[in-house]
């Protein structure tokens, strides 16, 4: 079982940087896809970003995609979620998981069955 423990959030202006990371225990980090999701006040998980397991295919959601990169080092066992030129709309405490299939990955909250604790992100203007 991989434990996952992410940090990294935090307070930030508009138009600002932050990078998270996604730091996991246990061997078998490197054998599963890693996905970020977020969960803004009074909304749903929503997927943000997701890796395979090797680190390649990286694939975001729409809303991000050319702000965001997401990456990982299995070496360290830890994830990466490059935030930049953020917006308000990006406050939301931020989510890693690790997929329930090994060497899969998703979009989708159910594919995946390790999660963080999460890490606040706070955008203002």
């Known amino acids: 079982q991989v434990q996952l423990q992410e940090s990294g959030g935090g307070s930030v202006q508009a138009g600002g940087s932050l990078r998270l990371s996604c730091a996991a225990s246990?061997?078998?980090?490197?054998?599963?896809?890693l996905g970020w999701f977020r969960q803004a006040p009074g909304k749903e998980r929503e997927f943000v970003a997701a890796?395979?397991?090797?680190?390649?295919?990286?694939f975001y959601a729409d809303a991000v995609k050319g702000r965001f990169t997401i990456s990982r080092d299995n070496a360290k066992n830890t994830g990466y979620l490059q935030m930049n030129s953020l917006k308000l709309e990006d406050t939301a405490v931020y989510y890693c998981?690790?997929?329930?299939?090994?060497?899969?990955?998703?979009?989708?909250?159910?594919?995946?069955?390790?999660w963080g604790q999460g890490t606040r992100v706070t955008v203002s203007s």
């Open positions: 890796i395979t397991s090797g680190g390649s295919n990286p």
């Open positions: 998981a690790t997929t329930r299939k090994l060497w899969s990955i998703g979009s989708s909250t159910g594919e995946y069955n390790n």
């Open positions: 246990g061997r078998s980090f490197s054998m599963y896809g």
